[in-house]
């Protein structure tokens, strides 16, 4: 079962930027990682999410290896449209 190990991620941060978050995607991972803090597992977070149970995991890993910055949407290359 995966679990938050970063030490500055605590529910009170994540729930913190959700609520000031305007980005959709990602308050949807905020959304995942509340929910497992919530108690609900992997599987779980991805059917009501509608997501595949991979992506799942590789937000909770990029949390705990680099804090909420690690939700956050790398840059797209190139010239802006």
Request: hydrophobic share 35%; net charge positive.
């Amino acid at each position: 079962m995966l679990k938050i190990t970063h030490p500055a991620v605590t529910r009170e941060t994540v729930w913190n930027a959700f609520r000031s978050c305007h980005d959709v995607r990602l308050r949807e991972r905020y959304h995942a990682v509340l929910l497992l803090f919530d108690g609900q597992t992997c599987p779980d977070i991805a059917k009501y999410l509608y997501r595949d149970e991979d992506t799942i995991r590789i937000w909770i890993h990029a949390v705990n290896e680099q804090g909420l910055e690690g939700l956050q949407r790398a840059p797209i290359p190139g010239r802006p449209p």
